[in-house]
């Protein structure tokens, strides 16, 4: 029986997602995406002002990050 790809990586992110790195714990919320995909992200723990972090859609639709509501299931 196939397994199903993870939801995340078949539609992209879209702003206000929260997004969590399995492999760190990190939390980020998406706060921007461009037409390719990639994404602008602010880490939970920064204050509102903080600078935002760029991802690739590559990073996004990797095995280390995951939407929130994934995480349990990845975990």
Do not use: K
């Not at 990190?26 to 204050?47: F, H, K, Q, R, Y």
């Amino acid at each position: 029986m196939p397994i199903p790809p993870p939801e995340h990586t078949i539609t992209r992110p879209q702003v206000g997602e929260y997004y969590v790195n399995c492999a760190t714990g990190a939390l980020v919320e998406i706060m921007d995406v461009d037409p390719s995909g990639d994404v602008m992200v602010l880490d939970v723990t920064a204050p509102l002002d903080g600078e935002w972090q760029p991802l690739t859609l590559a990073q996004i639709f990797s095995s280390f990050w995951v939407r929130v509501t994934e995480f349990a299931a990845a975990a």
